[in-house]
């Protein structure tokens, strides 16, 4: 059986590649300024001991562990998607080996699967 390729013109993923390499730059940056933002990471933590600044820095931490977990999943759909470009699979989708509609990955670059299989999919997470 044939692998499922789809030759996106150059000219439509050097743009794409470009946007994709950018995103993951700016990421990797918000990234560490959460991080630097963290008074658990950065031990950068108050010493008076009441129960107000304990629970600041207990919001705080949350906030920023969150926000890094969601940039860490950007990050990670974005390499996941130079990669599907770089071995032709780009546009695939994961689940049905169909073409992922263009408007859908025009709104999205880094979605893995067609509307029909996101929707099955999220009806299952349910």
Do not use: W
């Not at 995103?23 to 950065?42: A, G, Q, V």
């Not at 950007?74 to 169909?98: A, D, H, N, P, W």
């Amino acid at each position: 059986m044939e692998e499922n390729k789809i030759k996106f013109p150059r000219s439509v993923l050097m743009p794409l590649i470009k946007y994709l390499k950018g995103e993951k730059s700016r990421l990797k940056e918000t990234k560490k300024e959460l991080k630097s933002e963290d008074p658990f990471i950065t031990g950068n933590r108050d010493n008076d001991n009441s129960v107000d600044s304990d629970v600041a820095e207990n919001v705080e931490h949350d906030r920023s562990s969150a926000m890094r977990q969601q940039v860490n999943r950007s990050i990670i759909e974005i390499k996941k998607t130079l990669t599907r470009i770089k071995v032709g699979k780009y546009g695939i989708c994961e689940s049905c080996q169909k073409m992922i509609d263009t408007d859908r990955l025009a709104v999205n670059p880094t979605a893995e699967f067609c509307m029909a299989c996101e929707r099955e999919i999220e009806q299952k997470q349910r």
